[in-house]
């Protein structure tokens, strides 16, 4: 009895069909219909009523690996990522608007600007003064607005 290792226990434990070992089930949570496992330790893969699900101690044969803090960390990520990304759209839709909106508005303050020049097909200095006033006003008005 020494040297004996440490058995993990686990909240969704198989008894192996063909060994008789217990093994993970592939579940996050208890399954309403049966379910496919394959053993990691024979290979052997058999179905599963949920009523074979326990709570138990893992066959040391696994190893000590930390299955369960594994699945639980992977489906951690996996919501953080979905999280990120989600949040990353809406900021990135908010930014669209924003700047269709900037542009719209910066479009009118410099219309009104430039109502009396005669020629604006061309660039100049006053086109360019006209056009980054026109933003910076146009981001003066949205900032007071968004407040
Ligand atoms: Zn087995």
Redesign the pocket.
């Known amino acids: 009895m020494f040297n004996l290792p440490q058995t993990r226990r686990y909240d969704f434990t198989i008894r192996?069909?063909?060994?008789?070992?217990n093994?993970p089930a592939p579940v996050g949570t208890i399954p309403d219909y049966w379910i496919a496992a394959r053993?990691?330790?024979?290979?052997?893969t058999r179905s599963y009523l949920p009523s074979e699900i326990f709570q138990g101690n893992l066959s040391y044969k696994l190893g000590r690996k930390p299955v369960r803090s594994v699945i639980r960390l992977m489906g951690e990520m996996k919501r953080a990522i979905a999280r990120e990304q989600a949040a990353w759209a809406e900021k990135m839709q908010e930014q669209t608007r924003m700047k269709s909106t900037l542009v719209i508005a910066a479009a009118i303050i410099a219309a009104v600007r430039l109502a009396k020049d005669t020629d604006i097909s061309r660039p100049s200095p006053r086109l360019t003064a006209v056009v980054s006033e026109s933003v910076n006003l146009a981001r003066m008005i949205l900032d007071r607005v968004g407040r």
């Not at 192996?16 to 070992?21: F, I, L, V, Y």
């Open positions: 192996c069909k063909k060994c008789g070992e093994i053993c990691p330790l024979c290979g052997e």
